[in-house]
């Protein structure tokens, strides 16, 4: 983001105008549209407002915006001629469309991160760079060729990924298939998406988990369904509850994160898995499985995914490299029968022709070296760390106003707050003061839930980053006392 220069012989309130001008005259502030108030551009510049103001003064001397009281400052409708033009209007245009917006939480933390990236970040569902293999991946890129060839690739994907990928889901996974029922995506949230436009129609109705990470995408509303909730106990959701569905609104489809769940960090417990193939072989009705998270499972073997069990097709699987490796390779995997393949893989070629066959490439070496186990290793030994020093820290400052329960793998601590505060309260205090988090009704919950993941935060970050949010919390429920 632009930034006035300090150390320039212009002022900076004429360095201020100069830039908001050149954006003007780009386009992309267009004749009759609102500017940012003065207060948050001087937040945003790191100014005082009384220099905002100034060159506000600047740019309406010139007759480039106008204000009015109670309607903030708006570029003037006659700039550059006094014959109005008929620019198109953008925020019209901004404002439609079938495909929505994040939900006002995301934004506002994405903003955040943007604007103040010495934020202490305890939202971002990624790997920190210390996580993520890139010794590993750039050794074998110094080993290996890839590819001459830089024209489009298979729409279903690179066939050597595909074919790793068999030999990968077969081995961590338990899951048996082949190269013709895998599709390349890029990524889980691709998969999703693909899904939600081709397989389903304005109207259906799908079943998600409560809370569900599902319920933060517009993804759903924007393709039209309806979405109906499973709520989520300590055991994962209870197949009956399908049953129930599926006779009040004819469900479609049931969406389902079953490994270190997203949020809660709950594994579906092993005998109602049997017992949900068992309702959905029954009525016919398709499963997605997001799995994203089993193979961060920090003791014994993770837990098998429900495509594992599945005998007679029921279960569209997805997995992702995004949150064992690293999520700018933008890798992501469906399994599926061949005619949703086929059918997906058609879609996905409209869209962008494919993904970019080198990171493909890459990824296949990566899943056939002998890097990989040592990674997942170290991952999952680092993970664990990260989650005891985020659980040694609330248990530190807020003993008497968090309850969780602790995940046995996954990225994310799941909290319950006590007593109940604002969401969007918080979350601008625990700005104001230099941690970010997600509000739990993100994910469809009740006030008073909060997100933690410890992934993206460097390790010597989550001590600080708790105590700030501890501040942010005891400003809130009006308490002046530290920790006891």
Request: aromatic residues 10%; charged residues 25%.
């Amino acid at each position: 983001m632009w930034k006035p220069d300090r150390q320039s012989k212009e002022p900076i309130y004429v360095q201020i105008a100069d830039h908001l001008e050149r954006r003007i005259s780009y386009g992309e502030f267009p004749p009759g549209s609102l500017l940012p108030s003065e207060r948050k551009l001087s937040e945003q510049l790191s100014v005082n407002r009384s220099t905002v103001i100034l060159a506000f003064a600047e740019l309406r001397s010139m007759g480039i915006i106008e204000s009015r009281t109670g309607s903030g400052t708006r570029v003037s409708k006659t700039i550059w001629g006094a014959t109005p033009k008929h620019t198109p209007n953008w925020s019209r245009y901004a404002e439609g469309g079938s495909f929505l917006p994040n939900l006002p939480f995301m934004r506002r933390i994405r903003e955040a991160l943007t604007q103040q990236p010495s934020l202490i970040d305890f939202a971002s569902g990624e790997l920190s760079a210390d996580l993520a293999p890139i010794d590993e991946i750039t050794m074998l890129m110094s080993e290996h060729k890839y590819t001459s060839y830089l024209g489009y690739d298979n729409p279903q994907g690179y066939i050597p990924l595909r074919q790793a990928l068999v030999s990968y889901l077969a081995k961590y996974r338990g899951i048996q298939t082949t190269e013709s029922s895998i599709l390349i995506t890029s990524g889980s949230q691709q998969s999703l998406y693909l899904i939600t436009q081709c397989l389903l129609s304005p109207g259906d109705a799908v079943a998600i988990e409560d809370p569900s990470y599902c319920y933060s995408l517009p993804m759903f509303q924007s393709a039209g369904l309806r979405l109906f909730r499973l709520p989520v106990d300590r055991h994962g959701v209870r197949p009956e509850d399908v049953r129930s569905l599926y006779k009040k609104h004819r469900i479609k489809m049931v969406f389902m994160n079953p490994n270190f769940q997203n949020p809660t960090g709950t594994v579906f417990e092993a005998e109602r898995r049997k017992q949900l193939l068992d309702v959905a072989s029954e009525l016919g009705l398709p499963i997605v499985e997001d799995d994203p998270f089993s193979l961060t499972a920090y003791e014994g073997e993770p837990p098998s995914p429900i495509k594992s069990m599945d005998s007679i097709g029921s279960v569209l699987y997805i997995g992702s490299f995004s949150k064992i490796a690293a999520s700018g390779l933008r890798i992501g995997w469906m399994v599926a029968p061949r005619t949703i393949v086929e059918r997906l893989a058609d879609a996905r070629q409209q869209m962008d022709f494919g993904l970019s066959v080198i990171p493909q490439q890459v990824a296949a070496q990566f899943l056939k070296s002998s890097y990989f186990e040592p990674h997942l290793d170290r991952l999952r030994m680092q993970l664990k760390f990260k989650q005891d020093l985020l659980i040694e820290s609330l248990r530190r400052e807020l003993p008497d106003h968090v309850q969780f329960t602790v995940p046995q793998g996954g990225l994310h601590l799941w909290c319950k707050l006590v007593p109940e505060v604002h969401d969007g309260k918080l979350l601008e205090e625990a700005i104001r003061r230099g941690v970010v988090f997600v509000p739990g009704s993100v994910y469809g919950s009740d006030s008073g839930y909060v997100r933690f993941t410890y992934a993206r935060a460097k390790a010597d970050e989550i001590g600080p980053g708790i105590a700030k949010f501890a501040e942010a919390l005891r400003e809130l429920i009006g308490e002046s006392n530290g920790p006891r």
